[in-house]
């Protein structure tokens, strides 16, 4: 596949693909296909609309090795992280454990969700904060070491967001199981990028978006939730299928657009005729000379690497990005003067520049940020 079996501009060099994802024309024709049946016959369509929403569940649920009955389609991580949330009692002095590298919205929500239980949240900064030079030994040590008793939920990345590192999971869920501590995790990148096995995992929730690497359109997420916490989900918009409970009380919103959902199995349909390994594989050998080209031409200084993941990040010089704000405005300034749509994430005194790789990819395009990048630093 190329840029071509995409609606991406040809013009642009798109190299953020972990942010947004991109729907390939045949998964998008489905989803097109879809609303034009809404719009034929809306009666009949959302009159049989949970049953297809079931038989699509099934077929992502396979592909993530999950149970059907124990995972729900959702908008997006940033909603799942909310319901789970929502669905575990915290009382005044309870503390919910994340990371430092932590993505930013889902940081929001657990801070809400902390707010109106009374509980505290803590906040953990992990090793190698400055060069990302820390292990996943090293993760899980830190993480496990800061529960105390008034632990009740962990939340933390199956791969960071920001920083582009893989975390050790099932090391994690399993550590915090035999501590008392529920685990909800942010999957956001997983589905598509690496190989899942949800039932394998046994995480107590666990959350993930199909529309960044599995091909589907936006927005398409799930939530998978383990048999003791389902009949205790508490969906956050009250759904006329409440008393039918976890998997129809979270999805069914009356007349909400149901059409990506339904579309889903059809990108990892497709990662599957396309050789999901070898999809995966050649990704992550991609973006990993990307960023070697990057480091050679501008000097930026790389980040410690997990070889499996098809997103890399390189540090850049000092006071550039370093807040939000600044991130998104250089991210700009960095599509306005070198045609390339590449991630800025803030960072403590400085930013991170993030790259990804897809099938579109091809190495020219991390030449071309590059040589615009040396011209901008200079």
């Not at 040590?141 to 975390?167: C, I, M, N, Y």
């Not at 099932?170 to 550590?175: H, I, Q, S, W």
């Not at 200084?301 to 704000?325: F, Q, V, Y």
Request: aromatic letters at 8%.
């Amino acid at each position: 596949m190329d840029i071509d079996d995409f609606s991406l501009d040809p013009s642009i060099t798109h190299l953020n693909h972990g942010s947004f994802g991109a729907v390939p024309h045949q998964v998008r024709e489905r989803q097109d296909e879809l609303r034009r049946e809404v719009e034929l016959n809306p009666d009949v369509f959302f009159a049989t609309v949970l049953d297809r929403i079931a038989k699509a569940r099934n077929e992502v649920a396979a592909f993530l090795g999950c149970e059907p009955d124990g995972m729900a389609f959702v908008s997006n991580v940033t909603e799942g992280v909310a319901v789970a949330l929502n669905s575990v009692p915290l009382a005044p002095g309870d503390e919910i454990l994340i990371g430092d590298h932590v993505y930013g919205a889902v940081e929001i929500a657990v801070r809400r969700g902390a707010e109106r239980a009374g509980a505290q949240v803590v906040k953990l900064a992990l090793p190698g904060r400055e060069d990302g030079e820390w292990s996943g030994e090293q993760a899980a040590e830190a993480f496990l070491g800061a529960v105390t008793p008034r632990t009740k939920v962990a939340v933390f990345d199956h791969v960071t967001s920001a920083t582009a590192r893989l975390l050790p999971v099932a090391r994690l869920v399993e550590g915090f199981r035999a501590l008392g501590v529920v685990t909800i995790v942010d999957g956001a990148h997983a589905p598509g990028m690496l190989e899942v096995d949800l039932g394998e995992l046994g995480a107590d929730f666990w959350t993930g978006n199909l529309h960044k690497w599995a091909f589907a359109p936006r927005p398409s997420g799930v939530l998978a939730v383990a048999p003791a916490w389902r009949e205790r989900v508490e969906p956050l918009i009250a759904s006329f299928y409440q008393g039918d409970g976890f998997p129809r009380s979270v999805e069914f919103q009356g007349t909400r657009d149901y059409t990506a959902w339904l579309a889903a199995p059809y990108g990892p349909r497709l990662l599957g005729d396309l050789g999901a390994h070898a999809v995966r594989a050649r990704n992550a050998a991609l973006v990993a000379r990307g960023q070697e080209i990057v480091a050679e031409v501008t000097g930026l200084a790389p980040w410690r690497a997990d070889p499996e993941l098809s997103m890399r990040i390189l540090r850049l010089p000092g006071g550039m990005g370093e807040t939000h704000a600044r991130a998104e405005a250089l991210s700009a300034e960095i599509f306005r003067r070198t045609g390339c749509r590449a991630a800025v994430r803030a960072w403590p005194g400085t930013g991170l520049l993030r790259l990804s790789a897809q099938v579109y990819n091809r190495e020219e395009d991390y030449e071309r940020l590059a040589t615009g990048l040396r011209a901008m630093f200079a």
